[in-house]
């Protein structure tokens, strides 16, 4: 049976789950009551952290999954997304609209990611 190695964990949650060569990345969220393309970068720049903490990059990201609070919101967040996106390895991606955890954010990206 292939390990799975679990980082940053607690009782309710890991940050980062490692199974075979996929990586799974909780749940990043910016800066709380920031603009949403604060938010947006935030997010990003902890999912790179994260991902070169697992063995990974952008370059090798499977899957996006990003929740807006308003989807109003969905140029500004793509503005920043579409700067950050390695060219040629664009992840499968999935966006709506969903209330977050509190009122605060407005912005929450899930990655899955294959190791380098």
């Known amino acids: 049976m292939t390990k799975i ?5 607690s009782v309710r949650m890991s940050q980062i789950v490692m199974h075979g ?3 799974y990345l909780a749940g990043q969220v910016g800066t709380p009551n920031a603009s949403v393309e604060q ?6 720049d902890a999912v790179d952290r994260l991902l070169a903490e697992a063995g990974s990059d952008k370059a090798h990201m499977l899957q996006a999954i990003i929740w807006l ?3 109003a919101d969905f140029a500004e967040m793509n503005a920043v997304w579409d700067a950050w996106v390695p060219e040629g390895a664009a992840p499968v991606r999935a966006c709506g609209e969903a209330r977050l955890a509190t009122p605060e954010y407005r912005v929450e990206i899930i990655i899955t990611a294959a190791r380098t």
């Open 5 to 9: 190695d679990r980082k940053h964990t």
């Open 21 to 23: 060569d996929t990586v």
């Open 39 to 44: 938010q947006t970068r935030d997010c990003l």
């Open 69 to 71: 609070a308003d989807m």
